[in-house]
């Protein structure tokens, strides 16, 4: 007699474990996905210098685990042409030429970047609102050596690396059992690249919107 109750007991104490274990193994998801985007950047003058990043399309990779509405964590690679027009804030036209041209840089770049996120999420029927912030590395590579400016005069370039802090929000959308559709905005916030040794970086801190639509592939 005295077992049964024990057994009784320790079902009635073990039920909610095992139903929130359950519940977590279906609430957890672990995915890949591949995204397309497109990134916008404003312009930002400083020391002395304008600095005009272009707007370009770019792929996004991401390697995401979710355990639980505030565990869920994420690692991403990303590649943008990061395109970068140098001009001075001002210059002083000497009287009586005309036209008076500033001088310029405009370096051809890519833009390589990897980070990893943090991700709240909930997930309803069959989706799933999140929201993520993070950090990484920003590297910001001149496509080979280039000469161009305005004055003609040949520059060099370098390779900028810089951290990067990342925030976004987005939703899962499940249209099939393992396969489904991403929607997010990605924000990034990073110090503005040095990429030639005709000016100096404005050193302002430089802000890209990335919205985007992918696939995942729920593993």
Avoid at 33 to 51: E, I, K, P, R, W
Avoid at 61 to 80: D, F, Q, W
Avoid at 92 to 103: D, Q, R
Wanted: aromatic share 10%.
């Amino acid at each position: 007699m005295g077992s049964k109750w024990m057994l009784r007991i320790l079902l009635l104490v073990g039920a909610p474990g095992l139903a929130g274990l359950g519940n977590n193994a279906a609430f957890a998801q672990t995915d890949v996905a591949g995204s397309l985007y497109g990134a916008f950047s404003g312009t930002t003058n400083g020391d002395g210098t304008v600095q005009s990043p272009s707007n370009s399309a770019g792929a996004l990779l991401e390697v995401r685990h979710i355990s639980n509405p505030l565990i869920g964590y994420e690692g991403t690679y990303s590649y943008n042409r990061a395109n970068e027009v140098y001009s001075p804030i001002s210059i002083a036209c000497p009287v009586g030429l005309i036209p008076c041209s500033s001088p310029l840089a405009a370096i051809s770049a890519n833009a390589h970047e990897l980070t990893a996120d943090w991700l709240a999420s909930v997930k309803v029927s069959s989706f799933r609102p999140f929201a993520l912030a993070g950090g990484g590395i920003l590297f910001d590579v001149p496509a080979g050596s280039q000469s161009s400016s305005t004055t003609s005069v040949s520059s060099t370039t370098s390779t900028s690396t810089k951290p990067v802090f990342v925030y976004g929000a987005g939703l899962d959308w499940g249209l099939l059992p393992h396969l489904g559709l991403r929607l997010q905005y990605r924000g990034n916030l990073y110090k503005a690249p040095n990429l030639t040794n005709l000016f100096t970086s404005t050193g302002a801190f430089m802000h890209t919107s990335e919205p985007m639509i992918g696939v995942f592939f729920r593993l």
